[in-house]
């Protein structure tokens, strides 16, 4: 008798030739959508077993795909120019309609002399476009919808813009890499010379009293190849080649935990936060709240938020005294020159940062409540989970794929790859495809 697999291939998304997968989405245990760089949508029902073609072609790639839970919409950004939007409350066995489609510019005029440099990053909240530098301009013009408003509520292009926010607050090198967006803050790296980076962080939108977080990348931090934001003020990097490390966002980017990938080359990074580990919930998966912090040279100073603030005024004295401070470090960032004295400071080197950190009734996301599964060139799937590495499985090594697609390899093409679980799902992105990857009863992710 054959030994079970932990893992099997329960259905292969096929792309057209020189037409690789640029946008991957998971939903719940039930979707998959996937989109290519020439713009087609394919929906998956894996209750249903069936692939549906939402899309055969568009102007531009599939750039990035966002749930929103709430709502049950699907939006689908169609690389820096348009928003669909799709529903899972008109779902049939044959389609989901497109209820609706967001345009980004007010004329195609603007978007033809944007778009050479511009992409889409999506949150179910809000839309974020990057506008990169040309040469010697040096500043990413970002544009997000007003965090009062949801994406639902833009039904045609004059609402649309009468609600976005044009920032340019953003002063970056002419060599700049962006990484990841969670909804409220952006990650990225920027190169000042051949040896010199920095890694970044913003809110968004960036405040006027607020400056980018930025820390200078050492030569121990080799090239940085994966990078994602996580939950409390942390991030996660992949640099030369398979070195992973959870970094704090802090004025030291202080290593809190470190493994090698067991594999070469990690092409692809995905993190889901484990829901059952002691029973609890966790309140919000990027682990954002009301609550604030600025990271000032060697002191780190909690903001509370407006409500918590109102809320103790009523209850102790010490509400105020918390207001009071709260003035005074928002006076003292107005001008980062100036110490809490009022004096002048000669280092003109301060950098101000307003992290969002979990409120009073939000949980604490610990380190080990952390999954994060990692791709490599060799076709390892492994796990980082409750603070150890484990490998899953090996693509060449599930009997479900076929010898043709192993004889060709999975990676050879030099595509942007992709990953994305929970603990029952695996999807990957090939030459080849996507593969939806189930674990089996007797295993999880």
């Not at 992409?119 to 040096?138: A, M, T, V, Y």
């Not at 409750?386 to 595509?415: A, C, P, V, W």
Request: glycine fraction near 4%; include cysteine.
């Amino acid at each position: 008798m054959s030994k079970k697999e932990n893992f099997i291939v329960i259905k292969f998304i096929e792309i057209r030739f020189a037409d690789p997968i640029s946008s991957l989405k998971l939903i719940d245990n039930k979707y998959v959508v996937t989109g290519t760089m020439m713009g087609r949508i394919n929906f998956y029902n894996i209750e249903e077993n069936k692939v549906i073609n939402l899309s055969e072609l568009n102007s531009e790639n599939i750039s990035d795909i966002s749930y929103d839970d709430k709502e049950k919409n699907i939006y689908i950004g169609v690389g820096d120019e348009e928003i669909k939007v799709y529903s899972l409350n008109q779902i049939s066995t044959e389609t989901i309609p497109q209820n609706n489609s967001i345009n980004v510019y007010e004329s195609e005029m603007q978007h033809t002399d944007n778009c050479e440099n511009a992409f889409i990053l999506l949150s179910p909240k809000s839309l974020f476009r990057i506008q990169l530098p040309h040469i010697d301009e040096g500043t990413l013009k970002i544009i997000t919808i007003d965090s009062d408003y949801d994406l639902k509520y833009f039904n045609d292009v004059e609402d649309f813009n009468k609600n976005k926010n044009i920032k340019t607050a953003l002063p970056t090198t002419n060599y700049t890499v962006p990484f990841d967006f969670d909804g409220e803050r952006f990650l990225w790296v920027e190169f000042l010379s051949s040896t010199q980076r920095n890694i970044c962080v913003s809110n968004i939108p960036l405040l006027q009293v607020e400056k980018p977080y930025k820390y200078d990348l050492n030569k121990t931090i080799g090239h940085i190849c994966q990078a994602k934001l996580l939950p409390n003020n942390r991030i996660f990097i992949v640099h030369s080649l398979n070195k992973c490390e959870i970094r704090a966002i802090d004025n030291k980017f202080t290593l809190l935990e470190q493994f090698e990938h067991i594999g070469e080359e990690v092409l692809g990074v995905d993190i889901y936060i484990n829901e059952e580990r002691d029973g609890g919930k966790i309140s919000n998966s990027n682990g954002m709240g009301a609550q604030e912090t600025i990271f000032h040279k060697n002191r780190i100073i909690n903001k509370r938020s407006i409500n918590d603030i109102e809320e103790d005024k009523k209850e102790s004295k010490k509400s105020k005294e918390d207001e009071i401070n709260t003035n005074r470090i928002l006076e003292t960032s107005e001008n980062p020159n100036k110490n809490k004295n009022g004096k002048e400071e000669k280092n003109g080197n301060d950098e101000y940062l307003y992290i969002k950190q979990n409120s009073k009734k939000e949980k604490i996301v610990e380190i080990e409540d952390i999954c994060i599964t990692t791709l490599d060139i060799d076709g390892n799937v492994n796990l980082f989970k409750n603070k150890r590495e484990r490998t899953l499985f090996n693509l060449y090594d599930i009997k479900s794929i076929s010898k043709d697609h192993k004889d060709k390899q999975f990676f050879s093409m030099g595509y942007a790859y992709y990953i994305k679980s929970n603990l029952n799902f695996i999807l990957i992105s090939s030459d080849h495809g996507c593969y939806v990857i189930k674990a089996n009863d007797d295993s999880t992710v």
